[in-house]
């Protein structure tokens, strides 16, 4: 995962001129889970047709000229990245609003994790 790369790629689509703001998420294994107990490991899935479909669906909202998604899967370790979104928009407003619908909808619909607790 390299959001760099991403953002390099959002700034050379055909429409960037449009692009007023470019916003990314960058999701990482954390020591804890929501409850507070200690993780060592998680492991993660995706459903990637539902994924590709979400991305395409938010893609539509207003502002939005493009919206990319990188994800890992399998045991991943305290600290590894599990998912990257990047989109880019034309004002924040719109952006942002679209970076926190995508990666809610992924993380809802699209993805499947289990917590390995010590």
């Known amino acids: 995962m390299d959001l760099m790369k991403m953002i390099a790629a959002l700034k050379g689509h055909p429409e960037s001129r449009k692009m007023g703001m470019i916003a990314s998420h960058l999701g990482l294994v954390r ?16 459903d990637h047709e539902r994924l ?21 899967e399998g045991r991943l370790e305290i600290g590894d990245e599990i998912m990257a979104v990047a989109v880019g928009g034309d004002i924040r407003e719109n952006v942002f609003d679209a970076l926190v619908k995508t990666v809610n909808r992924i993380k809802a619909e699209a993805s499947r994790k289990k917590e390995f607790f010590g």
Not at 31 to 46: K, L, M, W
């Open 52 to 72: 590709k479909a979400i991305a395409e669906e938010m893609r539509r909202l207003p502002g939005v000229i493009e919206i990319l998604v990188e994800t890992r």
């Open 31 to 46: 020591a804890s889970s929501r409850d507070g107990r200690a993780v060592t490991a998680i492991e993660v899935a995706y």
